[in-house]
């Protein structure tokens, strides 16, 4: 046990019966992260077993207070240690996880140390703390690191290095070539989801801009509809030339709602004003069985195109019911 540790036990120990169980509480209850249930592991005191603590027990003041206070030099395992407690049992006005970024960014040695934490196995709340100080240190070793386990045999580590590249090099060459190989073979549809948010400019060479534009219509058919959706959102960004207008008026029509919502919005960024896309919009603003929101996205993506005295006429009832004039 470390002397930080051994710190937070004495103190713990030292606390009232009730804040014992408390601040145990508080500890060991499970943490939602990234939708998956974590542990914050921390040493404390054994508790009385002939006692329940009340699972609605938060950690006071003097919990807080018992905690010992950090030097101006802590190192990068006392600060990784104070950053896992959270924000709630952090000294006032003091952020561990600020002043970890802060010495990854200044301190190589820190960096490796940190970079050196990576596991598969690791817990979701220590992986979530990683994942965010890495973010923001945009240094060669992140980007090999973050690199190497986007191109991993393991698609969670595919998954976390793809997530790491969407902040610390998404235009660059290297991710794009890495993107596109991923989207050619990728399987899991969390990796897939992933690499597509990393293609976050649409600035490339035009025969390599042309290749993705390709790539990203033949996964807006994906059997996944989040696939789908985030593919027809791209195609509005990466598609220079209208040659997928007709590939988004179709995705109007897609059975998944996320979808049709990913069309109207690809359509009214990539300046579509196809007779389809047109039609398209109106049959579905026009469809009681849609909801208000998707309805008002696509009314609002309506006022790009000329319609012609009809076309307007018959929207009228359908943006009164939008607005609110209508139940629907």
């Not at 499970?30 to 974590?38: E, L, S």
């Not at 790539?215 to 996944?224: K, M, P, V, Y």
């Not at 389809?276 to 909801?291: F, M, R, W």
């Not at 076309?311 to 004039?325: D, K, S």
């Amino acid at each position: 046990m470390d002397d930080f540790a051994v710190k937070v036990w004495l103190a713990s120990a030292g606390a009232s019966f009730a804040l014992g169980f408390g601040l145990a509480w508080y500890i060991h209850a499970p943490v939602t992260v990234d939708g998956a249930p974590a542990v914050v592991a921390l040493a404390v005191a054994p508790l009385v077993p002939s006692q329940p603590a009340a699972p609605w027990a938060a950690p006071g003041r003097a919990a807080v207070a018992a905690l010992p206070d950090l030097p101006a030099n802590a190192s990068v395992d006392q600060l990784w240690a104070r950053s896992l407690l959270g924000p709630a049992l952090q000294d006032h006005g003091f952020d561990a996880e600020d002043r970890l970024r802060k010495l990854a960014k200044a301190d190589p040695v820190a960096l490796r140390n940190l970079l050196s934490r990576y596991s598969a196995g690791q817990a979701p709340q220590e992986r979530a703390l990683l994942k965010s100080v890495l973010a923001t240190v945009p240094a060669p070793d992140v980007i090999a690191f973050s690199t190497r386990l986007a191109s991993s045999s393991n698609a969670a580590e595919r998954k976390f290095g793809f997530e790491l590249l969407q902040s610390v090099a998404p235009d660059a060459a290297e991710t794009r070539s890495l993107v596109k190989r991923t989207l050619a073979s990728e399987q899991s549809s969390d990796v897939l989801l992933q690499a597509l948010a990393t293609l976050q400019s649409s600035v490339a060479d035009p025969e390599e801009s042309q290749a993705i534009v390709a790539q990203l219509s033949t996964l807006s058919q994906h059997a996944d509809p989040a696939v789908r959706s985030m593919s027809i959102e791209r195609l509005g960004a990466w598609d220079k030339s209208g040659d997928v207008a007709q590939r988004l008026a179709q995705a109007l029509t897609d059975r998944a709602p996320e979808v049709r919502q990913a069309a109207i919005f690809a359509i009214a960024q990539a300046g579509v004003r196809s007779e389809p896309a047109k039609t398209a919009l109106i049959e579905l603003v026009n469809n009681a069985q849609e909801s208000r929101d998707l309805r008002g996205s696509a009314l609002q993506a309506l006022e790009r195109f000329a319609l012609s005295r009809e076309e307007y006429a018959r929207l009228a009832p359908a943006r009164a019911q939008v607005a609110g004039l209508s139940p629907r």
